[in-house]
């Protein structure tokens, strides 16, 4: 699976984005997808994940109630919805794939990564 994520850019503090999760490959839709994000100087963190079927998705508590992650497995692709933007969001932004256990806020369970995308959020 390779996995290309898009829709980054600068936005004003309050704002919103969507991020999107292209991915390649058959087994998309057997895998859970990961966001993880990264800032300078700080480790990758994790943002949520969604279940292969779309069911229950997860969330960091930084980040509940404000991002929302959705899928489309016909499409091969999931979304990061994000509002509420915060200047603390600012990061680069990864989707991930293919989970190996349960857990999914450890980044190096996941198999799968793509290249990231910037978000800046201004103050």
């Known amino acids: 699976v390779q996995l290309q994520a898009s829709g980054g850019g600068l936005v004003q503090a309050g704002g919103s984005l969507r991020l999107s999760c292209a991915a390649s490959?058959?087994?998309?839709?057997?895998?859970?997808v990961g966001w993880f994000r990264q800032s300078p100087g700080r480790e990758r963190e994790y943002v949520g994940h969604?279940?292969?079927?779309?069911?229950?998705?997860s969330y960091a508590d930084s980040v509940q109630g404000r991002f929302t992650i959705s899928r489309d497995n016909a499409k091969k692709t999931a979304w990061l919805h994000m509002k509420s933007l915060k200047f603390e969001d600012t990061a680069v932004y990864y989707c991930?794939?293919?989970?190996?256990?349960?857990?999914?806020?450890?980044?190096?369970?996941?198999?799968?990564w793509g290249p990231g995308t910037q978000v800046t959020v201004s103050s």
């Open positions: 991930a794939a293919q989970a190996v256990g349960t857990r999914f806020q450890d980044r190096h369970i996941w198999g799968y």
């Open positions: 490959g058959h087994s998309f839709r057997s895998y859970s």
């Open positions: 969604i279940h292969w079927s779309g069911s229950t998705p």
